[in-house]
């Protein structure tokens, strides 16, 4: 198994830290376009082989895509990530560019790879790439429902004070401040739903500081979070190499799905080693199926800024 991770700044590095750690491939490249960057941290990565007891390969790469050749799963990173005050979405016009070009680089020198999208916006990057490669839909995932739920379960300990393991909660929808959906009634803690513990007030202030969870990170660190995205996307990256068929909340061209079409948006699908192999229904109410609606009108806008 190989893998590729393009971006070997904050959220790639973690990403093939992840990756490597856990022994998912026995060699992970990672690329950039900064002379040396990849080089460097992936022979720093490689240096924590003996202290850390795991023998997969890391090798740097300063835009060679030879190197990347015949990868399995590609992670794609590379863009900007935003400031304080910044939205995702702020970001499109440069990152669209950059995914694009890495894409299409990428799908010469691997044509099977699996792709997983985390640049923002990433719903539209998502989009972009499967639209602009013509890539079979179920080769395109969008990493961003993962961190979000991770980010979902993690306040709802806070609220419970439980451990966040006990609890299950998914977020669907855009990867976007205000077009994520918290499935709060969906949510879980050891298999009683967490309305039965947590007033309404609660909930919703729940849900409230999920959906502003990148940014209330990116407002203390100065810059956007890297732990959990890299530790999300190596989750994502794992469920394909190992076949796992877990189901995570991904980025998915839907087709009637969720009643939405051509668009990229978070659902819950069945993760494998084909790549996402199967939409699950949810079978929403109508408060969240509009809420559904309203998230994919949003990242349907920031598509149409692509193609006009
Ligand atoms: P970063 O600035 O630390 O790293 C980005 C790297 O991309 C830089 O090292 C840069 O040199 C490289 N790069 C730029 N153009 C390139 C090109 N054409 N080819 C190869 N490499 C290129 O940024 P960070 O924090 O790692 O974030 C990366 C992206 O991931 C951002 O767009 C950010 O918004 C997004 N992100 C997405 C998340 C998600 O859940 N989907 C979570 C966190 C970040």
Not at 153 to 174: E, Q, R
Not at 196 to 224: C, N, P, R, W, Y
Not at 260 to 284: A, F, H, M, R, T
Request: with cysteine.
């Amino acid at each position: 198994m190989k893998i590729t991770v393009v971006g070997a700044g904050a959220v790639g590095a973690t990403t093939a830290d992840n990756i490597a750690r856990r022994e998912l491939a026995e060699e992970v490249v990672l690329l950039d376009i900064k002379e040396g960057l990849s080089e460097g941290k992936s022979l720093d990565m490689f240096q924590t082989a003996t202290l850390l007891g795991f023998d997969t390969k890391l090798t740097g790469s300063t835009n060679n895509y030879e190197k990347t050749a015949g990868s399995d799963v590609v992670v794609i990173t590379s863009g900007l990530p935003r400031k304080p005050g910044m939205t995702r979405e702020e970001l499109i016009g440069t990152n669209a560019n950059i995914v694009k070009g890495v894409a299409q680089n990428i799908l010469q020198h691997s044509p099977d790879a699996i792709l997983i999208i985390v640049s923002n916006p990433m719903d539209t990057m998502t989009y972009l790439t499967l639209k602009s490669l013509g890539l079979p839909k179920n080769r395109v995932i969008g990493m961003g429902g993962i961190l979000d739920s991770a980010r979902f379960k993690t306040y709802l300990s806070f609220a419970l004070n439980c451990p966040p393991n006990d609890i299950h909660g998914t977020v669907i929808g855009g990867h976007g401040d205000t077009t994520m959906i918290p499935l709060t009634r969906l949510a879980t803690r050891n298999g009683v739903p967490v309305s039965q513990f947590l007033d309404a007030d609660t909930l919703k202030k729940v849900a409230a500081d999920t959906m502003v969870g990148g940014a209330t990170l990116t407002g203390l660190i100065g810059t956007s979070a890297w732990y959990a995205p890299g530790a999300a996307t190596a989750l994502l990256v794992e469920s394909i190499v190992r076949d796992q068929k877990h189901i995570f909340p991904c980025c998915v061209y839907l087709e009637g799905e969720y009643g939405q079409s051509d668009i990229c948006l978070g659902v819950p699908v069945v993760i494998g080693k084909n790549g996402w192999e199967e939409i699950i229904d949810y079978k929403l109410n109508e408060e969240e199926q509009a809420a559904f609606n309203k998230s994919a009108d949003a990242v349907r806008n920031m598509n149409n800024v692509l193609s006009t």
